[in-house]
C-alpha cells in the first residue's frame, strides 16, 4: 500500500489551503506535529460544534514545517497564549475580524506559569491532596516545578491542567 500523494498543486498558495475564517483566531507557525496539542490546550476537541480548520505539516519558510490552526467565532485568553508559547515558541496570533487580520503578535513565552501544568512527580507538593497550585519556571528548553524541582522538556502538553 502506499499513500504517496502524487498531486501538485503548486507552492504558491500554501495560505488558501487552510479556508479562511470570518471571526476568530488562527494560530500560525506552529512548530509541525503540534497542532493537536494546540486544540488540547484551547479545550478543543470538536464536541462543542467548534469551527476549527487545521493544517499540518505545511511548507514554511520561517520552519521548515508548519502547522496551522484557524478557530472561528474564538479569541485566546492571556493564559492560553502563555501556555501555547510553550509548546509554539514561534508561533504567531492572528486575530481576525470580518476577514481581515485586525492583530497580529509573536507569543512571547512567560518567565513563570501558574495553575496550568501538573507536576509529574508523583512526590511533589502541588500533586498532593493540600491545595498548592503548580508553578514552573520557563527555561529556555522546558520547564521547571518551583516545588521540587522537576526538568520536563519534553510532552509539556500532557502536563496541561484542563
Ligand atoms: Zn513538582
Redesign the pocket.
Known sequence: MSDDHDHHDGNDDHELRVSKIRDGTVIDHVHGGQALNVLAILGIDGTEGEEVSVGMNVPSDRLARKDIVKVEGRELSQDEVDVLSLIAPDATINIVRDYDVIEKHRVERPDVVEGVLS???A?????GDEPVT?R?SVLEDGVR??????IVRDEIASLIDT
Not at 145 to 150: F, H, L, N
Open positions: 507536576c509529574p512527580n512526590g511533589c507538593i502541588t500533586t503548580s514552573f516545578c518551583s516545588y521540587c524541582e522537576t
